[in-house]
């Protein structure tokens, strides 16, 4: 089984491999660029394995590696910026459960 890790592992994971293997980060706008790239690598797997569109040969096929590239890309973000997301993670989920405590209970849509 592999380890368990915390969003802070994840952010100095990504850091210890750019000081050891990246050189350094590319800039902020470089990987927002690269981000958007792997959003869009993962929706095309998305259509074609749960839309209505098919594979090409030689195309990749697995959601979680496309996840994962969008998680990378995320974090060196995260890590370039000073965003703590364990922090920031927190924030969003209070704020989405005060927001939304009976919205989604109450949309008859999800019934």
């Keep these: 089984m592999k380890e368990v890790l915390t969003l802070n592992d994840l952010q100095r994971l990504v850091d210890d491999w750019i000081k050891q293997y990246g050189v350094r980060y590319f800039s902020e706008l470089t990987n927002m660029a690269c981000l958007t ?61 005060k927001r939304d405590a009976t919205r989604h209970i109450n949309n008859q849509k999800l019934h």
């Design 37 to 97: 790239e792997e959003v869009g690598e993962l929706a095309r797997v998305m259509a074609r394995r749960y839309g209505d569109q098919s594979f090409k040969e030689g195309e990749s096929q697995d959601p979680a590696e496309e996840m994962a590239d969008v998680l990378w890309v995320l974090v060196c973000l995260a890590n370039q910026t000073g965003v703590n997301l364990t922090e920031a993670f927190h924030k969003t989920l209070e704020k989405k459960t």
